[in-house]
């Protein structure tokens, strides 16, 4: 990477050391070195002020550093900042189990606390492919996914992701599994209708990012589709797994996705939003019934798995603190009104040549290219208009947090029209 003297010290000689996501090392331009967040802003070293357009990889619902999720988490530093998880609990995460149940419809009410959302569908996959077992059926060991699809960087997560996609690379190396159309006609959905009817004997269970599929491309589908999923994995005696990790938490306008086609799954992942994005922690929740299927004498039935940092005590609190904003302060009432800045402010992106389309779910907007030729000069675009966003693949998009300004979401709206018409 070019150095640049104007860059503060720590920065200069930790990008000698320092290995970034999603980024080709050798021809990036440097990263942006932040020194501090607050509300819906990012302070650069330089002083500036960015306004953050996609909160933290979607995380940061409640905005940056609120105060009462930092007073949650430094009352619980005091005490006990973690503690395993094997043969001991404790109350921040006893709690937040019970209020995750309390939260998600139907009987889904067995709460796994990871680390990451890749891990949190690792799991679920897991209990997915030992649910049969435990029950006498061998050769389950398949799922079904859709195109368009992601559900994270790890290998299991990796597989039923969409491998036209950055993982393409890795095809030899992965489990292959069955990556189809979503059934949003009736000639897909009878084509899937028709591959379950002929293998559903080698399938565990079909997963699914409902409403939004986040970082294929911020493709949206109607809630009906979820509906199809759910009478399709009945028929053919399969699990349904929903991964609400990206819209989970308000960010399609209802607490989770699935509450909007009234389909309960059988396993749904959360994570992302779960601690207000200030610390990491996911969340795998089964049904009773997938549960009852490990609960026995026999120890081989039991879930082998446990992270290291599982059910981590400062995140656990983080999250309750979270969820306590969302009993509080009304950020579904939030929702709506940035969904309807998105798209009012986004409108006018229509009649610019080159856009494919312009889309808006929840607080989601998404303006869709018929292709982005300068990722990174894009973004610095942006930077110099004083917003973070960070376009990928073909879209330019603003997930911010719920708590933002109207004068600051009107900047993040200007700034994508002012830049993508120029």
């Not at 509300?39 to 933290?56: N, Q």
């Not at 990928?392 to 200007?414: C, H, K, Q, R, W």
Request: charged share 20%; with cysteine; net charge negative.
């Amino acid at each position: 990477m070019a150095r640049d003297s104007t860059r503060p010290g720590w920065f200069e000689a930790g990008l000698d050391n320092i290995w970034l996501p999603y980024t080709q090392m050798k021809t990036a331009q440097p990263p942006l070195p932040v020194v501090r967040t607050d509300g819906c802003r990012i302070t650069l070293a330089d002083g500036r002020e960015l306004i953050d357009g996609i909160a933290s990889w979607w995380t940061a619902c409640h905005g940056y550093n609120h105060p009462h999720i930092r007073q949650a988490v430094e009352r619980q530093l005091a005490t006990m900042p973690h503690v395993m998880f094997g043969g001991l609990v404790h109350e921040p995460a006893l709690t937040l189990a019970r209020r995750l149940a309390a939260l998600m419809p139907g009987d889904l009410d067995r709460v796994f606390l990871s680390d990451s959302g890749s891990v949190a569908v690792e799991v679920a996959m897991k209990m997915a492919v030992q649910y049969w077992l435990n029950r006498g059926i061998r050769g389950r060991t398949k799922f079904i996914a859709f195109k368009g699809g992601y559900h994270g960087d790890t290998t299991g997560a990796m597989a039923v992701s969409d491998d036209d996609g950055m993982h393409g690379i890795f095809r030899g190396l992965l489990p292959e599994h069955a990556v189809v159309d979503l059934p949003t006609d009736d000639t897909r959905a009878a084509a899937l209708s028709n591959l379950l009817e002929r293998h559903a004997g080698e399938i565990a269970g079909i997963i699914v990012e409902p409403l939004v599929q986040g970082a294929g491309g911020m493709l949206f589908h109607d809630a009906a589709i979820l509906q199809i999923l759910r009478a399709l994995a009945d028929r053919y005696d399969l699990l349904l797994i929903f991964d609400e990790i990206f819209t989970g938490f308000g960010r399609t306008g209802t607490m989770f996705a699935c509450e909007q086609a009234g389909v309960v799954p059988d396993i749904i992942t959360v994570g992302k939003a779960l601690t207000g994005g200030t610390l990491p922690l996911a969340a795998t929740i089964a049904r009773c019934k997938v549960f009852d299927a490990f609960w026995s004498d026999d120890r081989q039935h039991a879930l082998m798995h446990g992270p290291t940092f599982m059910a981590n005590a400062l995140a656990c609190a983080a999250a309750n603190a979270s969820l306590d904003l969302f009993e509080q302060e009304p950020r579904l009432e939030q929702v709506k009104q940035v969904s309807d800045a998105l798209a009012t402010g986004l409108a006018p992106c229509r009649g610019i040549a080159g856009v494919k389309d312009v889309r808006v779910r929840g607080a989601i907007g998404v303006v869709e290219l018929e292709r982005i030729d300068d990722l990174t000069g894009l973004q610095a675009r942006f930077a110099e208009e004083g917003v973070f966003v960070r376009p990928f693949g073909n879209v330019a998009y603003l997930i911010p947090s719920f708590t933002i300004s109207e004068n600051e979401l009107m900047a993040l709206t200007d700034a994508i029209v002012k830049v993508i018409r120029r």
